[in-house]
């Protein structure tokens, strides 16, 4: 049986196009690189999200599970690089916030989310969140 906390992200669930635009790290702002996303039910008590942009293969890997206990939604992050990450998440009233505050830098992404489209951006702080940089815009649209 699928616990009501993690019920309330089924609107994410299928595939959706990515666009990630305005990244520092791209040779311009005005850059756009295409990916695609999906999230999917595992066993009615995970979801699991997968996403890529331009050419990253495999993609990034994903799993969102919601702690009864710190009453938190949780994501374990993965991708190619070896890269591995806990962030806190959270995701009400159509707003969708991931958060990490680590040792080596401090991230957060931050996302208006609508039926069938999420507009977000990735941020990230070397001063363990006093500042903020953005690294990049990232829009979703349900395809």
């Not at 959706?16 to 008590?45: H, I, Y």
């Not at 699991?48 to 599970?65: E, K, M, N």
């Not at 080596?104 to 363990?128: L, N, P, T, Y």
Request: proline share 1%.
């Amino acid at each position: 049986m699928k616990d009501a906390a993690l019920d309330r992200l089924s609107g994410l669930i299928g595939t959706w196009a990515l666009t990630m635009s305005n990244a520092w790290f791209l040779d311009s702002l005005d850059e756009k690189v295409r990916g695609q996303a999906s999230f999917e039910w595992l066993d009615d008590t995970f979801v699991v999200f997968r996403w890529a942009v331009g050419d990253t293969t495999p993609p990034a890997l994903s799993v969102i599970g919601y702690s009864d206990s710190r009453s938190q939604y949780v994501m374990l992050y993965h991708d190619d690089r070896g890269v591995a990450r806990v962030f806190d998440m959270g995701f009400a009233d159509g707003e969708w916030t991931l958060l990490r505050a680590d040792s080596d830098f401090h991230q957060r992404f931050e996302a208006h989310v609508e039926d069938a489209r999420i507009e977000g951006a990735w941020h990230a702080s070397e001063d363990e969140g006093r500042t903020w940089r953005k690294d990049f815009d990232l829009l979703f649209e349900r395809t």
